[in-house]
């Protein structure tokens, strides 16, 4: 038993409802993407939500422990106590075993899924782990983990929960022992998320590498690996055997950031351009358009705008090629979705080389250098 492979859409509290309406009509065009739920928002939508999704497909709750490392809402500690900052962090083995199981229970409780079936799989939260702070707590977590697993999980499946800063792939001595310790601590699968400092397309190399390290050592051990949010970063590391990955309606939903203080760039009238796997403005996607070899996305989307911008059908238009790249994927072994992944890349590079000066400045998609040299 395991959960199903490729994309899956990400739950985010904003278009919460259009987000379960999409997998409907993502389902007539392939396989069902499942959605991974988030502990934001109103409980009694999600709840709803849940039972509507969880009727035709497959769910889980990706409890985001890492939140409890956030600013705190005291809305989100009523709704999903796990994540109360005045709780306290906890500090020892225990208080992280307790602080687990009660996040446990609660992906099980009729709370979060009403008379629904119970979620795909189970996840343990993780805090977020920083590389600054040495390994002891990844230790604690994984130990505690193990703890609130075997008291909640009887015939269930539990997954294990990891989140860490960016330099926990970074840095050499870190990664070793992140990969070692989540490859042997012994859970059927390991549910991963990294935040780091860039703006999608993420290109610094160290970080890529080291998630292609810890992917590689999760699959060659037969761990499957899903990692929510990381949008395009998770399909490119279905080349290393990523199990999975999601994105959803919301821009934060296709990577992980730090919050930072300029958490907002402002609106831009920008689309995902398949051909060049980033998003570029749509006054540039209109000249690449018109550019020799570029391919016309035929996606209802895109079909739907006709060539007028609109912000909502370009948000879908982003889910709908995530989708039909992972049907195109999961057919596929490890080294086949490498090799489609790396004509994929390969494509773009071609395209990109072959547009004019001034559009290949102006598209800035010098990071698939680096992805094609990773895969
Ligand atoms: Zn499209």
Redesign the pocket.
Known sequence: MSIENGFWLQYASQNADDLVDLADDLADNGYRPGIVFAPVGNPARLCQLYGRMRAEGEAFLDPSGFLLDRDGRQQRATNYPWLDPTYGRPDDLDAWTEWMEQSLQHQLSRGFRGGADEPSILVTPSPQLLASSGTAELYTIVDAASAARDSTEGTRECWLGIAVDRDYLRNNARLTELADTVVTAGFPGVVFRCFQSELSPISDRRLLEGLRELVEGCTGADVPIFLPNAGWVGWLAGAWGAHGHSGGLSKGSWFDRMPTPMRNPGRRDSIFE?QLLRHVHWTLHEQLFNEDGYEE???D??VTMDGDFDAVEAKI?QI??AHARSNELRPLNVIGRRRAIRARIDAAVDFRDDLPRTLQDRADARFLDTWLSLV
């Open positions: 398949p996305c035929s996606c989307s895109c238009h709908r090629v």
